[in-house]
Structure formats: structure tokens, C-alpha cells
């Protein structure tokens, strides 16, 4: 019985899609804009690090930090 019967179709109806080159701009930006945060905020952090260890460095001889090292031989 089952194969006498005509198979029912189902129709739905899709919308064309379409580019949205305006999201894939802002979404670029927004990226972007993103790994510029993080580069500045990596920066920042190392050179803070940079900064405070060649202050723990030079800071055991005083003297040293002031000198222009001219009398070192290669």
C-alpha cells in the first residue's frame, strides 16, 4: 500500500542571499582595532618589564650606572 502512494513534496521558500560588504568591513575594523589593543597593551607590559628589570640591574652599583664604561678592552 505504502508504494502506491506518490511521494508529497514539501516546498520552502529561501531568500537569494546577498554580501554584506558593510559587515565584512566593520567586522574587519572591529578586528582590527582588537589586535591593536593587544599589540599596544603587549607593548606597554613589555616595556614596563624592560624598564624595571634594567632598574633592578644597574641599581646594585650606583657607580656603574654612571659610568660610560670607556676603559672596557675587547
Known sequence: M???QEP???W?????PTFDLVGVVLGSFKLAG???V????????GGVLFVLRRRRVTS?????ALSLHLDIHP
Do not use: N
Not at 12 to 16: A, D, H, L, N, T
Not at 38 to 45: M, N, Q, Y
Not at 60 to 64: E, K, T
Open 2 to 4: 505504502l508504494l502506491l
Open 8 to 10: 508529497v513534496i514539501t
Open 12 to 16: 520552502i521558500k529561501v531568500e537569494k
Open 34 to 36: 582588537a589586535m591593536l
Open 38 to 45: 593587544v599589540a599596544l597593551l603587549l607593548g606597554i607590559l
Open 60 to 64: 646594585a652599583s650606583p657607580a656603574d
